[in-house]
């Protein structure tokens, strides 16, 4: 929803510099993943990476309906952080997320939970990956949902 983060991507992207054919295929778009957008619809894919952890809890219901149901892209990845591994980092106070902005971190369970009660009601199937060097006892610092569309309610 920044208006700087664009420009900031705009600029480590190059676009100004990019050969048309790629220009052509590159979009930046200034938006929110609360609100219906028909400009994010009929995607392949969508990437939710370490945004939804910022929504605040009584939006999900907004963003799964835009994403899911209204954008409907064949494949979403979306990625968010291990509230289990949170002990693994010296610097972070129990009880305390990673980032000030951060409304809420889920435990695997709870990712996990939630992904499969919002794949069967939009129609997706979905698997659960973990990110990054995994601890026997509390995961990986990162989980990531897969959704692929399959079973249109």
Not at 48 to 54: G, K, Q, R
Not at 59 to 68: G, N, P, Q, S, T
Request: net charge positive; aromatic share 10%.
């Amino acid at each position: 929803m920044s208006h700087r983060a664009l420009e900031i991507a705009h600029d480590r992207l190059r676009y100004d510099r990019l050969p048309p054919v790629q220009k052509a295929r590159l979009r930046l778009l200034h938006g929110s993943l609360i609100y219906r957008d028909a400009r994010l619809a009929g995607f392949d894919a969508a990437a939710v990476v370490e945004v939804i952890e910022h929504l605040d809890p009584a939006r999900l219901a907004a963003f799964e309906r835009v994403l899911f149901e209204c954008a409907k892209p064949k494949t979403i990845v979306i990625t968010t952080p291990n509230r289990e591994f949170n002990v693994k980092w010296e610097t972070l106070p129990a009880g305390k997320f990673r980032h000030r902005d951060h409304r809420f971190e889920w435990t695997r369970e709870e990712f996990q939970e939630w992904g499969n009660r919002v794949g069967a009601q939009f129609g997706y199937s979905v698997r659960f990956v973990a990110v990054g060097p995994g601890d026997s006892v509390v995961g990986s610092p990162t989980q990531m949902g897969i959704f692929e569309a399959s079973l249109r309610p």
